[in-house]
């Protein structure tokens, strides 16, 4: 064993997760410029985490929130990203994504490797509050940038109303009053024209 072999399995990690900055996925930046990356998604996250865990339907381990929020998407360096919407690709998604994390977080040490599986499990697994509040606002993020972009995801991938409300009603597994909230938003999407509303007798 070299003098730092375990700070140089740490540098080839931290080298291999750049790859995520050119991982895009289907949320545009508000600006519509483009469309925003896994590396810009996570660090929005963990701002969620800090400012809105207040929000929470139980108090929180907000450190371990933060975490998940930075290491979910890690996986998508080999997996790629899923869109939300996406059902035919999501059926592999698990498979997919377990692979790329056995690969990924082995570059670490053996004890970091197995710190950030336990907690991407975590996250996967959504029953700790912690992991259902991280999980919550993975869906808040890209609902904001939908209806603070004219529904612009949206309309590019003909996402309707029923979509919407299936997909993100677990945010309220999370935090029962920020579902509410985005509630308002969406339904303020569809009274704007930014959301195909597919459903009868939906009070708007």
Not at 135 to 154: F, K, S, V
Not at 172 to 189: F, H, N
Request: with cysteine.
């Amino acid at each position: 064993m070299t003098e730092f072999s375990r700070l140089e399995k740490q540098i080839n990690f931290i080298l291999e997760i750049d790859k995520l900055k050119h991982i895009f996925r289907q949320t545009y930046l508000l600006d519509q410029s483009r469309r925003e990356n896994d590396a810009e998604h996570s660090w929005h996250l963990s701002i969620l985490a800090l400012f809105l865990n207040e929000h929470s339907n139980v108090p929180l381990n907000v450190s371990r929130v933060v975490e998940m929020t930075l290491i979910h998407d890690i996986v998508e360096i080999d997996a790629g990203d899923t869109f939300a919407y996406d059902l035919d690709h999501a059926q592999s998604q698990l498979e997919r994504e377990t692979k790329a994390a056995e690969r990924i977080f082995s570059i670490l040490p053996d004890d970091q490797k197995k710190s950030l599986r336990t907690i991407w499990d975590e996250f996967e697994a959504h029953q700790s509050p912690e992991s259902k509040f991280a999980r919550a606002i993975d869906r808040i993020q890209p609902l904001l940038h939908n209806c603070y972009t004219e529904g612009r995801a949206w309309k590019a991938n003909g996402v309707k109303l029923s979509q919407v409300l299936e997909r993100n009603k677990h945010i309220a597994e999370g935090s029962q009053d920020l579902w509410r909230y985005m509630k308002t938003l969406i339904y303020e999407a569809v009274a704007k024209g930014y959301l195909v509303n597919d459903l009868e007798n939906t009070r708007l």
